[in-house]
């Protein structure tokens, strides 16, 4: 994952690359790598993207609006959009927290906090799942107490927000830690000299130096949370209507052999996605703007 | 105002930054805090400050002790090394910050501000830059705007942390005397930090020459120059001849040679460092009974004075490779000599300052 300032920087440098004939690949081997990479592009992601529209489509307007406003699939994208509302929010703070303790301060136990944070992706979502089975299940360490007490949490909507918290943590930290050590804590410090209260610092000072990179974050943690299966198929249930996310439905739609209704719901999932990367390609180009002068003249 | 520190101890770790520090800062003078790096003059800085706690030790302000005060209520300017300007906001922005954050009641009308804010711009002589972001200044342009941002919250001291250091030398050259113009002009007391011994020198009323987390030796510029208390302190001010030798009558052996000595108070037989500065030392041709024999290895022309580097047998320093000397001549000493390279000759000192060795 590189870092929202630098993902465009490539581009500048690539064009100082290619004009300068001691560093010119030969014309063969450019053909031969821009080819390979074009045409991977092409068959493995483009084709089933397009795939997922015509066989969506296939049957016609009406089935696949249909799909869409019948009352399962709308309570799944209610549900979808309704964890990514949790999720991010949370995520966006807790990322901030982390990123503001790894960079500001020092303590012991600051590389193992570091290597935790990447702990979600490092681990397969299914066993994301289940750790929150063994601890919040019926038959988990905390199971009989939350019974007693008429709380559920797995199959149930709390099992689905934990999971996606769990699995999408590391976005937005993992995107501002960085970011953060490059900038230091010199401009935090010359705020606090001048009189700045913490919060001053924060809002005025910490905040617009970080903002593009945050945001960076936030849409990378959004997507995931709307398309996690594996951790919140194991915690969900799949009971129809009540815990069935967006990808969750589309399964089972699948499996029931309804192929236009699930790539009906599936596309308005791509169609996400799609936005979300237009949303994402904004952010980058308008923090390689704002990087830009960081870089002496 | 008045600043003494007493008894600074900070430690990092197993890192010993200071090691007992009490220092006075006069009201209104400019100090430099000079020292090779690690010495832990940043940290002294930033302790009075109030950026960095100390272990031990208490820092008073004006006779008031200001240990437990928040750096908010110190009322310090801080210049850091790298300006620390906040890149997202404009040059006025910049300085305007310290008058904006101030709490509701204490803070100035905007019309007050923007006054305020025109003066110090004027005052650095950058007013031109005022709508520019940090990104687009020079160095020297930006270590200004620091200042003037530091100055705008009418601090009562004026704290700088390496301030010409990441400049160029001509720039360097040019905003040391800015600011020792500054300084006369406003008289705040301000205390800087440095590693370059010329620029301590030339811009400081006093110089606290630090080492290894200790003072060695704090006073007016041309005192801590000219009689320099320690061996430390005599071979990092200036450019400096080191000898090792034994301490015989009213002479100094050093290696195959002797040297007079006329102000001495080591012991006779005694172990010995002595410094000699390029300029105290004599070339002595033909002859010659007294002095140390060195070869001439290269005659260097340039400006009013030429120098001469020679280079003395194994074990004349101390160490086992042969050492290396430089003398200091006029041209017309130089053209007396006729030196050529290779020339034995003897190198000897009337001004020899000889500190014990072990407490090098």
Redesign the interface.
Do not use: C, M, W
């Given at each position: 994952m590189a870092g929202a300032a630098t993902a465009l920087g490539g581009l500048r440098g690539a064009a100082r690359f290619e004009a300068n004939t001691a560093t010119r690949d030969p014309a063969w081997v450019k053909g031969l790598v821009l080819s390979l990479s074009l045409g991977f592009f092409l068959l493995f992601l483009l084709l089933p993207l397009i795939a997922v529209f015509v066989e969506a489509l296939r049957r016609g307007w009406s089935v696949y609006l249909a799909a869409l406003i019948e009352p399962d699939a709308v309570s799944a994208i209610r549900l979808t959009l309704l964890t990514a509302a949790i999720a991010v929010p949370l995520n966006l703070v807790f990322g901030i927290a982390a990123a503001w303790t790894i960079t500001k301060f020092d303590f012991r136990g600051k590389q193992m906090l570091i290597t935790f944070i990447d702990l979600p992706f490092s681990v397969s979502p299914v066993i994301a799942g289940l750790i929150y089975v063994l601890v919040f299940g019926a038959q988990g360490w905390f199971g009989p107490w939350l019974g007693e007490h008429g709380i559920k949490i797995i199959f149930a909507v709390p099992g689905i927000v934990l999971a996606t918290v769990f699995v999408t943590f590391p976005f937005v930290a993992r995107e501002l830690i960085p970011l953060m050590q490059a900038q230091g804590r010199?401009?935090e410090?010359?705020?606090?000299?001048?009189?700045?209260?913490g919060w001053?610092m924060f809002r005025?000072?910490t905040l617009?130096?970080i903002k593009w990179a945050l945001l960076y974050g936030v849409i990378l943690c959004n997507a995931r949370a709307m398309g996690e299966f594996g951790a919140v198929s194991v915690v969900s249930g799949h009971i129809r209507g009540v815990t069935n996310t967006m990808p969750l439905h589309v399964e089972i739609l699948y499996n029931e052999y309804q192929f236009a209704a699930a790539f009906a719901v599936a596309s308005l999932l791509a169609l996400l996605a799609l936005v979300t990367l237009a949303v994402k390609t904004y952010v980058e180009w308008r923090a390689s703007q704002?990087a830009q002068?960081?870089?002496?003249? | 105002m008045s600043i003494e520190v007493q008894d600074i101890r900070k430690t990092f770790g197993r890192f010993v930054a200071l090691d007992g520090v009490s220092l006075d800062f006069p009201t209104g003078e400019l100090i430099a805090l000079l020292g090779p790096s690690g010495c832990g003059k940043t940290t002294l800085l930033r302790i009075i400050?109030?950026?960095e706690w100390p272990d031990k030790g208490r820092v008073l302000f004006d006779g008031h002790d200001a240990s437990h005060r928040d750096?908010?209520e110190r009322q310090?300017?801080?210049v850091?090394q790298?300006y620390?300007?906040?890149?997202?906001m404009t040059v006025l922005e910049n300085i305007a910050?310290?008058l904006r954050?101030?709490p509701q009641g204490s803070r100035p009308s905007e019309a007050d501000i923007q006054r305020r804010v025109g003066d110090l711009l004027e005052l650095v002589q950058l007013g031109w830059l005022a709508h520019r972001?940090p990104?687009?200044l020079s160095g020297g342009q930006r270590q200004r705007i620091a200042l003037a941002?530091?100055l705008?919250?009418e601090p009562r001291v004026l704290l700088l942390d390496e301030p010409f250091g990441a400049l160029d030398a001509k720039v360097r050259k040019e905003l040391r005397r800015w600011l020792r113009r500054l300084h006369d002009e406003l008289h705040i007391t301000s205390i800087f930090v440095t590693h370059d011994q010329d620029e301590a020198l030339e811009v400081a009323d006093r110089v606290v020459l630090m080492n290894k987390g200790r003072i060695e030796q704090s006073g007016t510029a041309q005192a801590v120059y000219e009689h320099p208390a320690t061996a430390f302190a005599y071979s990092f001010l200036g450019a400096v001849n080191r000898f090792a030798g034994r301490v015989d009558g009213h002479s100094l052996r050093i290696g195959g040679g002797a040297v007079p000595l006329c102000e001495s108070n080591a012991a006779d037989g005694e172990e010995v460092i002595a410094f000699a500065r390029p300029h105290e030392l004599h070339i002595l041709t033909g002859e010659a009974q007294q002095g140390i024999p060195v070869t001439v290895s290269r005659v260097l022309l340039g400006g009013a004075t030429a120098r001469v580097e020679l280079t003395g047998s194994a074990g004349s320093n101390g160490h086992a490779e042969p050492q290396h000397f430089e003398v200091e001549l006029t041209r017309q000493q130089l053209s007396d000599l006729d030196l050529q390279p290779g020339q034995p000759v003897r190198l000897t000192s009337a001004r020899l300052r000889v500190f014990p060795a072990a407490r090098e």
């Open positions: 010199d401009e410090e010359a705020a606090l000299v001048l009189g700045a209260s001053q005025k000072i617009p130096n704002t002068p960081g870089e002496v003249p | 400050a109030g950026l750096v908010r310090v300017g801080f850091f790298h620390a300007l906040f890149r997202h910050f310290g954050v101030k972001y990104a687009q941002r530091a705008a919250v």
